[in-house]
C-alpha cells in the first residue's frame, strides 16, 4: 500500500506576500504556531482554514496544498 503525504507550498506563498508567520496567522485567525505546524507538516489545516489561507493568499487551495502519494506522484 502506497503512504499518502500532504505536501504544501504555504511558505513559499506567505513569502511572496512577504508576510510572517505571524502577520499570516492574525490575518487568518490562528496561532503563529498554527501557521508553522501547517508550513512544516506536522499539521494538516481544516477545510476552513485552508479556505482562508487561499483568500487571504490569493492562491488557490489546490496550489497551496498538494497530495502526493509515495513522494513522487501527484494525485
Known amino acids: 500500500m502506497s503512504e499518502k503525504i500532504l505536501k504544501n507550498t504555504l511558505k513559499v506563498q506567505r513569502a511572496k506576500k512577504d508576510l ?3 502577520q499570516l496567522a492574525q490575518l487568518v485567525g490562528v496561532t503563529r504556531k498554527t501557521i ?3 508550513e512544516n507538516g506536522k499539521y ?3 477545510t ?15 496550489e497551496l496544498f498538494r497530495l ?5 506522484e501527484i494525485i
Do not use: C, H
Open 36 to 38: 508553522n505546524t501547517v
Open 48 to 62: 476552513y482554514l485552508a479556505l482562508r489561507l487561499a483568500k487571504v493568499l490569493g492562491a488557490p487551495v489546490e
Open 68 to 72: 502526493w502519494e509515495d513522494q513522487d
Open 20 to 22: 510572517t508567520q505571524e
Open 44 to 46: 494538516i489545516p481544516s
